[in-house]
């Protein structure tokens, strides 16, 4: 029995809510003020899932099932994502290609969700959308498959089970490249500060925010805990690389992951006091830069 696994599982469904009110209760200290409570998403989770929903005329089942399907498609990608050192309930040779599979089926019923409003407001978000991912995806695609070749596996729990400190000092340049990548698309794929605003309702400048404008009630609160399970498993992949500890045991190593997502947290929140978000029409070019340090990073790791 996979114990380590089950308790990647449990960590990720319940302290992945967790992570945002760490991120506002830092985005508060540099602010100066107390902020809301650390549970908050919890608070509004529980209420959400009172409320009713509300659905136009115009909307068919896709609008309904996109969140469903989301939510779907990423629980199965947290028995697939290691948690650091611990491995996953379900590994496999090429499991890191249904983990982009599963990010790549999120992103689309969210898209068709946002289209099936037959507004050209959401419209708008859903093109924007679409548009980042052909660099993102591409970069963090490279990045693992750098990974892979480094490690000689092609599952996540093989990669990350082979990442350790010797690994790093014999490829500090290569793996901070990939580092630098996978940081750039966790920002971008989580809607954050430079990328994005998830507190924003500026019109013009919304991206992710502006596709689930008409969800409401339960849809809506299934969609905060995706995004959170989104942010969670996209940040154990930087997590994993850069603090590759091992201590042998599984509810230590789980215990220093869950410090590492914390402290991922608090420099979430940290970059989004001190940094403005980029303007729109140079996103492409900041995702440009993770697709470009992706394919120096395979360009060094070939030799």
Not at 107 to 117: E, I, K, Q, S
Not at 145 to 164: C, E, F, K, N, W
Request: aromatic share 10%; hydrophobic share 60%.
């Amino acid at each position: 029995m996979n114990v380590s696994g089950y308790l990647n599982i449990f960590l990720a469904l319940v302290f992945s809510p967790f992570l945002f009110g760490v991120i506002n209760r830092t985005k508060a200290f540099f602010a100066g003020r107390h902020g809301q409570p650390i549970f908050q998403l919890y608070f509004d989770l529980g209420k959400l899932l009172r409320k009713g929903a509300v659905y136009s005329r115009t909307t068919t089942w896709i609008f309904r099932g996109g969140p469903i399907i989301g939510l779907a498609a990423l629980l199965m990608a947290t028995a697939i994502v290691p948690g650091g050192k611990n491995g996953a309930v379900i590994a496999f040779s090429g499991d890191v290609i249904l983990f982009i599979y599963l990010l790549g089926l999120v992103r689309f019923f969210a898209v068709l969700a946002a289209l099936d409003t037959g507004s050209s407001f959401e419209g708008m978000g859903a093109s924007r959308e679409v548009q980042f991912a052909l660099f993102a995806e591409p970069a963090i695609f490279l990045a693992l498959a750098v990974l892979a070749r480094r490690t000689g596996q092609i599952s996540l729990s093989g990669i990350y089970a082979d990442l350790t400190f010797e690994t790093w000092q014999i490829a500090a340049p290569v793996l901070a490249l990939v580092a630098g990548t996978i940081l750039i698309v966790f920002l971008a794929e989580n809607a954050r500060i430079p990328v994005d605003d998830p507190n924003t309702h500026l019109e013009l400048t919304m991206i992710h925010e502006v596709m689930v404008l008409d969800h409401g009630g339960v849809d809506l609160g299934i969609i905060l805990y995706a995004s959170a399970l989104k942010f969670w498993l996209l940040g154990s992949l930087f997590i994993g690389l850069v603090v590759p500890l091992r201590t042998g045991n599984a509810g230590l190593d789980a215990v220093v992951f869950l410090a590492g997502m914390t402290v991922l947290g608090i420099i979430v929140g940290a970059v989004e006091s001190v940094m403005a978000r980029v303007r729109l029409l140079k996103v492409p070019n900041l995702l440009l830069v993770a697709l470009l340090l992706s394919v120096l990073a395979l360009i060094f790791g070939m030799r």
